[in-house]
């Protein structure tokens, strides 16, 4: 068969973009799968502003990326922080190989600002495509070391 003969009128990539497509869907989750949870954190971290954040943050939990749950700090109102659900972790690997494509790619002089690790090796994580069998790291696996 070829591909040009595959009928793309359901295609799970034009599907898959128009949920995580945006840019700032993919920072946001890295945000939160680096542990930044909390609404002014992920704010203030990525410099977007509060409306664009609001609505990314909404349509992630529309879509199943996030749960939102309550918050008090004393003294203060209760508020909300995000976190990625399930199938949110399920697109830990693009986003692992979008980082990993940009380190190889786009990084300038300095080299990768972070590098990925198996917490209990040390051995660097690569985003690869294996067969179903193989055994995998999970993202609580891996750590996020700096670049030096």
Partial sequence: MEWTSVDLGNCPVVRALEVVGSRW????????????????DIQQHLGVSTSVLSRRLAE?????????????????????EYRPTEKAWEL??????LMQWGD????????PPVAL???????????ALVPV??????????TVVTGD
């Fill in 25 to 40: 869907t993919l920072l946001v989750l890295r945000e939160l799968f680096n542990g930044v949870h909390r609404f002014e």
């Fill in 60 to 80: 992630m939990a529309e879509h199943g990326l996030v749960e939102r749950l309550p918050y008090r700090q004393e003294g203060s109102r209760e508020r909300l």
């Fill in 92 to 97: 830990y690997p693009v986003v692992v190989g």
């Fill in 133 to 142: 069998d193989t055994p995998t790291c999970a993202p609580a696996d891996v």
């Fill in 104 to 111: 190889r790619h786009l990084t300038g002089p300095d080299g």
């Fill in 117 to 127: 690790v198996e917490t209990r090796t040390g051995k660097p994580v690569v985003a």
